[in-house]
Nanobody
């Protein structure tokens, strides 16, 4: 019933920018934390950035200063603005939402981001 759909991925040259979007539909739950994770073949999925219901943000050291996460107040959309992209940013990016009260995690299907050198 709950669905997360990412968009905005693609191929970009090093130094370029992309903006990922994640639209949340279905369900009537209250959203606590929303975030973005990424994964490359042979590696574990890693946290990229999160934003809480109160607006507190958290970033992986590797993206700090380059990426910006944001969300709407209703918890229906979360964005990831990616600037100064590097080849090492190449990965499948996944949207995540975590509910409040009773904790449940929902995940999107992922969107491919490829940064060429």
């Amino acid at each position: 019933q709950v669905q997360l759909v990412e968009s905005g991925g693609g191929l970009v040259q090093a130094g370029g920018s992309l903006r990922l979007s994640c639209a949340v539909s279905g369900g009537t739950f209250s959203v606590d934390v929303m975030g973005w994770y990424r994964q490359v073949p042979g590696k574990q999925r890693e946290l990229v950035a999160t934003v809480s219901a109160g607006g507190t943000t958290n970033y992986a050291d590797s993206v700090k200063g380059r990426f910006t996460i944001s969300r709407d107040n209703a918890g229906k959309t979360v964005y990831l603005q990616m600037n100064s992209l590097k080849p090492e940013d190449t990965a499948v990016y996944y949207c995540n939402v975590r509910t409040s009260w009773i904790t449940i995690d929902y995940w999107g299907q992922g969107t491919q981001v490829t940064v060429s050198s």
